[in-house]
């Protein structure tokens, strides 16, 4: 069963920030919030994960609502290279056996 | 983070052959190795957990009969398809878990596109 929905695709204008909802309401309190994306023909990347409290790197920054149900992933500056599926997953934190929905697929246009 | 290579990245075999694929940590040891199926324009589902010195863990309705894992060493595991069909042909991944530097993170291999024909 699906943990989590994301919109099947989204488009976005190069330089601008791309923000990719997820929602998770069934999400456990020992469960946190991972997001991967898997460029075309390529292995999954890990982006930025968080367990309630915002994060951010230096590929983007995660915000978790309060209730922790739903996500966003922020892509400050998208480039045409962030074009890829965008995998939102909630798993505990030492379960390594990931669960991949259908992702949202990103496109970025110059 | 630790670095994951796969060979080949591609192959192509006649149907009834068998086909390994070498997935290798290069720089960080594993004891628990992870294998993916991803079908076109399908999402990945993880096949089986990959242990070092041990059998294989299969997911439910992996034939562990047809898709031989071994991992013989820390840094390498194998997944062999036996008598391979068309329906087979699928983006194989491995990946391997890091819990260093408190991400306990994934690692994924490039992939290794079989067609079978």
């Known amino acids: 069963d699906a943990k989590t929905t994301q919109p099947p695709s989204m488009d976005c204008a190069e330089g601008r920030a791309a923000n990719l909802p997820c929602n998770h309401s069934t999400i456990s309190g020992n469960e946190y919030v991972y997001w991967y994306r898997q460029i075309h023909s390529q292995g999954p990347q890990y982006i930025i994960h968080g367990l309630k409290n915002n994060e951010t790197n230096e590929m983007a920054s995660l915000i978790i609502t309060e209730d922790r149900k739903s996500s966003t992933l922020i892509l400050p500056h998208a480039t045409l290279r962030d074009t890829a599926v965008y995998y939102c997953?909630?798993?505990?934190?030492?379960?390594?056996?990931?669960?991949f929905g259908a992702g949202t697929t990103v496109t970025v246009r110059a | 983070g630790a670095v994951v290579s796969q060979h080949p990245s591609w192959v192509i075999c006649k149907s009834g052959t068998s086909v390994k694929i070498e997935c290798r940590s290069l720089?960080?040891?594993?004891?628990?190795m992870f294998w993916y199926r991803q079908f076109p324009k399908q999402s990945l589902m993880l096949m089986a957990t990959?242990?070092?010195?041990?059998?294989?863990?299969?997911e439910q309705g992996v034939e562990k009969d047809k898709f031989l894992i071994n991992h013989a060493s820390l840094t390498l595991s194998t997944l062999t398809v036996t008598s391979a069909h068309p329906e087979d042909s699928s983006f194989y991944i491995c990946s391997l878990p890091e819990s260093g530097r408190g991400r306990n993170e994934q690692f994924f291999g490039p992939g290794t596109r079989l067609t079978v024909l």
């Open positions: 990959s242990n070092e010195g041990s059998k294989a863990t299969y």
């Open positions: 997953i909630v798993r505990v934190f030492n379960d390594y056996k990931l669960s």
């Open positions: 720089d960080f040891q594993a004891t628990t």
